[in-house]
Structure formats: C-alpha cells, structure tokens
C-alpha cells in the first residue's frame, strides 16, 4: 500500500489549499471501511492529529482548525482531501495523510504547506 499526497505549497495568510491523498496497492472494501486522517508536523513540534474521517463517512477536528478545514473522501478514487480555507501562520506544517484499519497502518511521505504572514 502506498499514500501518495500532494498540493502542499506556499500561501498567504487567509489564503486556501486543497491537499489530496491517494491510496494505491488497496482494493476498494478496504479502503472505504478505512479511517483515514490528515496529520501535521511543524518543527520542532509532535505530530499531531489535525482531521480524520472515519469509514462511515464521520469527520472529527483538532480544535485549532474546526470551521476551517473539511476533510472529505472519495471511495471511487481511494482518495482523500484536505480543504484548508483561513489559513494561519501556525498552520505551517508537513502534512501526512494516514490509513489506518483492523491490522494495518500506512503513512504518506508528507507535503509541505507553508503560510506566509
């Protein structure tokens, strides 16, 4: 299984980015029954759990970005998305999209999404 993420980059502040995660070597039962989640690493910092969004289709957010970032999926595509509106300085970040189900466990290599001041 490979997550492969992408549309990280270079914004302003307030701006927008949509991050996308595709799942390959992992047919569709699994995939959709999957939790799958967005993670952050600033430096310096933990990872940490920024959005998730469970096999039935349930999302839930750090506090820091509820009402600004929607995480969504597309079983059909195997693929999740991150849409990240308002965006802050602290957002600054690699971001990792993750699988996760009874016995397995995939990391992303990570996208870089940095917010300028």
């Known amino acids: 299984v490979q997550l492969q993420a992408s549309g990280g980059g270079l914004v302003q502040t307030g701006g927008s980015l949509r991050l996308s995660c595709r799942a390959s070597?992992?047919?569709?039962?699994?995939?959709?029954?999957?939790?799958m989640a967005w993670y952050r690493q600033a430096p310096g910092k933990q990872r940490e759990l920024v959005a998730e969004?469970?096999?039935?289709?349930?999302?839930n957010y750090q506090d820091s970005v509820k009402g600004r970032f929607a995480v969504s999926k597309d079983n059909a595509r195997k693929m999740v998305y991150l849409q990240m509106n308002s965006l802050e300085p602290e957002d600054t970040a690699v971001y990792y999209c993750?699988?996760?189900?009874?016995?397995?466990?995939?990391w992303g290599a990570g996208t870089q999404v940095t917010v300028s001041s």
């Open positions: 070597g992992m047919i569709w039962s699994t995939f959709t029954a999957s939790r």
């Open positions: 969004i469970a096999g039935g289709g349930n999302a």
């Open positions: 993750n699988i996760r189900g009874g016995s397995w466990d995939y």
